[in-house]
């Protein structure tokens, strides 16, 4: 079975440009997770999306965005980028367990944004 | 917010030692999960444990959770078990956000 899968490895952008990046979630899993590790900041969470729409939100501004697809995958989009937006970028996916408890949530490769 | 630490942050050891790595956090926890993070980057998991203890192969975790710690003990180390070893804890059901402690760096020299 195919685990989570992310695109692009590795991403290079100018400050003031705009990222997308994109996930697919393991087969069945209908929730998709972003976070940032940022060196020096640790791991921290950024996005949920289950069934399509946004259901939380890390403490991150506005020009951190994304959606997601009918086919549970999903894109993460930064804009007006910063240079402190220099991170790995990871995608996880888990299940929506029918007693309403968090899944086991498992993660991507990442994608390594560099801004310059 | 929950709060998640790890300890010790750096662990050198000689291959073959054991090693106890430990996470307290602040909350009750829904979830609580073992990751090591490959050289690459990538999170690899290593268990889902909030409560009770389980094992797989030369790795197990124990989860107190009313005394709102976990451990993870690593026997008979080999030099690929090197790299950092996060706990992670989701504290809300509704919210399903983890919080990740700072991890600890692990070195195992031949």
Partial sequence: EAGVTQSPTHLIKTRGQQATLRCSPISGHTSVYWYQQALGLGLQFLLWYDEGEERNRGNFPPRFSGRQFPNYSSELNVNALELEDSALYLCASSLVRLAGGPGEQYFGPGTRLTVT | ?110
């Fill in chain 2, 1 to 110: 917010g929950i709060q998640v630490e790890q300890s010790p942050p750096d662990l050198i050891l000689q291959e073959g030692a054991n090693s106890t790595l430990r996470c307290n956090f602040s909350d009750s926890v829904n979830n609580l999960q073992w990751f090591h993070q490959n050289p690459w980057g990538q999170l690899i998991n290593l268990f889902y444990i909030p409560s009770g203890t389980k094992q797989n192969g030369r790795l197990s975790a124990t989860t107190v959770a009313t005394e709102r710690y976990s451990l993870l003990y690593i026997s008979s180390s080999q030099t690929t078990d090197s790299g950092v070893y996060f706990c992670a804890v989701d504290d809300s059901g509704s919210a399903r956000q983890l919080t990740f402690g700072s991890g600890t760096q692990l070195t195992v020299l031949p």
